[in-house]
Every structure is written in C-alpha cells, then in structure tokens.
C-alpha cells in the first residue's frame, strides 16, 4: 500500500500526543486519517505507544510511539535518530504541541515553576525543530508548525498567567525567526494562537462554572476543539500552504481580532 500525502510517502511527527483530549492526538489523528505516516512523542511512553496502536488499527497508516522528554536534549535527539533509522518514511512535518499550562499569579511564582513553563513549551519546541530540521533539509520537504497561545499576544486573561505568556510568546519569535532562516530551502515555519480551547491542559485547577465562562466570553460562543487545530495544523503542512511561512495563524472563535 503507498500512502500519499500530495508530496508523496512522509512522517509527521507530533509532540504531546497521548492525551486522548488533548490536541495533539487530534492532531496525529488528522495526519494519519490523511495517509501521514505518524510519530507520536510523549513524555509518557506508554500513552503515546497506545495512541499509536489505535491510530495505525484505524487508519492502517504505519504509525510509532515514543517516550520523549522535550525538555532534554539528549532525549528529544534520541527520538530523532529512533525516527530516522525505522521504517517510517522521511520525516516532512514537525507539530510541536507538547505544553503545560500555569495559572500562578506572578508574584507567587517560583523559580522552579518558571524554568518548568518556559523548558516545556518553549525550549522543548526549540529543541525538536534543531533535532528534526537536518533530515528535513536533506530530503528537501519540510512544514514546521508551532504551537504559541492567544495568552502571548493579550498578556494571558484566558487561564494561565505570565510565565506560560512570556513562554508562548517566545515561540512566536522562534517562528518568526526559524522561517526566514528556513524559507532559503523551501522549509515552511508557522504558528497557531488558540483561543480557549476543550482540552485537559486545565485538569484540577478548573470547574465546570470557568468552563461555561470561559466559553461564554468568546464571540461564537463555544470553546475551540482539538479537531478545529488539528484541521489548521494540517492544511499548514501540506502543500498547499508552501508559500506561508512566519505568520501566526489566529484561531479563537472571534475572541481575539488583530
């Protein structure tokens, strides 16, 4: 069986995507229902060798999971060459959506706390693309597609607060950067801001009275779904979107217009 992706036989690779609620599952899901090979990356090994077991039995696409520490070097380039050296095909797009959230007023934020927020969401992204982007240069294809938060672009006023902020928007910039770096070997480098959005990245610091107010405050009147960033995240990596690179990619329900 040839699985064609309009580019021809590709891996998308996939950080944070164990979590069955969460967007970066949905996200690995719309790459394999799309004939993607998939790499699914999560610091926990045993979800992300399950979600990889229910996406190949369901889409019959060739799929692996592996256990990876974004945070690590050593690590997330461990991940890299487990990658290169199977039986997936060349590696064409890189969704980096492994975060956390941290809803901790500023002046009760601890060191510790910071450099988890900011290692997760900004330094795991920076060190997936430096792991990835090699094989994606050789093999002349790449989409890379980052995962910031309205939060970087309004100051928060969703449920985080400022180091997951100060993080997010450091992966604007990344992009930003990374894409004119990238664009001279036809390399794509986009980001997603999303509003609100129905996953578990709020687990246990939330209730179903925020929830219905969080959903309230957005112009269409519903809270984003995995599903609708997993759409976004796949049409920026495929070739269709090969003339968009650098932008961050708005997508909130009206809840934030720039």
């Not at 045993?46 to 690590?72: C, I, N, Q, R, Y």
């Not at 199977?86 to 009760?108: Q, R, T």
């Not at 900004?122 to 997936?128: C, V």
């Amino acid at each position: 069986m040839s699985y064609q992706t309009g580019v021809g036989q590709r891996t998308a690779v996939v950080t944070g995507a164990a979590s069955r609620r969460g967007i970066g599952f949905a996200t690995a899901r719309r790459f394999a229902a799309e004939g993607w090979a998939v790499a699914l990356l999560d610091i926990d090994e045993a979800g992300a060798k399950s979600a990889a077991d229910e996406l190949a039995a369901a889409h019959g696409v060739p799929v692996v999971g592996l256990g990876v520490d974004v945070t690590d070097a050593e690590s997330v380039r461990t991940a890299a060459a487990t990658v290169a050296a199977s039986d997936l095909p060349p590696v064409g797009a890189l969704a980096n959506i492994a975060g956390v959230a941290s809803p901790v007023p500023f002046l009760e934020v601890e060191m510790k706390e910071w450099r988890r927020v900011l290692d997760i969401n900004l330094t795991g992204t920076f060190l997936a693309c430096q792991a990835f982007l090699p094989a994606m240069i050789e093999n002349g294809y790449g989409r890379i597609v980052n995962m910031s938060s309205v939060s970087a672009q309004q100051g928060g006023g969703v449920f985080s607060k400022t180091p997951y902020s100060a993080a997010k928007a450091g992966v604007l910039g990344l992009t930003r950067s990374l894409a004119r770096e990238m664009a001279p070997h036809g390399i794509t480098v986009n980001a997603i801001s999303p509003g609100v959005v129905d996953t578990d990245i709020r687990a246990g610091a939330t209730d179903a009275e925020n929830e219905a107010r969080l959903a309230a405050s957005v112009p269409m009147g519903r809270q984003g779904t995995p599903e609708d960033i997993a759409a976004l995240t796949v049409f920026l990596s495929s070739e269709d979107s090969s003339y968009i690179t650098g932008t961050t990619q708005n997508i909130n329900g009206g809840s934030y217009i720039a």
